[in-house]
């Protein structure tokens, strides 16, 4: 199982860094990423990073969140910068045992693995 943690409420302008532990015995193929879900939506991607390092952004969050992944702590973060109140949702990490990024575009969405989840609230 994947668990998220990091999450909380924060103003507008504020940072949160988001990380997910992740099963230790990964290797070969493979991908991690970050998904929301906002009250009333369905869940969107958020940034995937591929096992060959390749990371992938949606364009909400370009430019102010950064994916990365400490391998010896089996740990994924999602750093967050300049959050908005259109970044409130709960926050779940996914993992996928294929690859999932090919020349610069997220190409696949088949998770097998989720965490429960971890809140960031943003207020104006």
């Known amino acids: 199982p994947l668990v998220e943690s990091g999450g909380g409420s924060v103003q507008t302008g504020g940072s949160l860094t988001l990380s997910c532990k992740v099963p230790?015995?990964?290797?070969?193929?493979?991908?991690m990423a970050w998904f929301r879900q906002a009250p009333g939506k369905e869940r969107e991607g958020v940034a995937v990073?591929?096992?060959?390092?390749?990371?992938v952004y949606v364009d909400t969050v370009r430019g102010r969140a950064t994916i990365s992944e400490d391998s010896a702590k089996n740990t994924l973060f999602l750093e967050m910068n300049n959050l908005k109140p259109e970044d409130t949702a709960t926050y779940y990490c996914?993992?996928?045992?294929?690859?999932?990024?090919?020349?610069?575009?997220?190409?696949?969405?088949?998770?097998?693995?989720w965490g429960q989840g971890t809140q960031v609230t943003v207020s104006s």
């Open positions: 990073l591929d096992s060959d390092g390749s990371a």
């Open positions: 230790s015995y990964i290797y070969g193929d493979y991908c």
């Open positions: 996914g993992l996928s045992p294929q690859r999932c990024v090919e020349d610069g575009i997220w190409t696949s969405y088949d998770f097998s693995d």
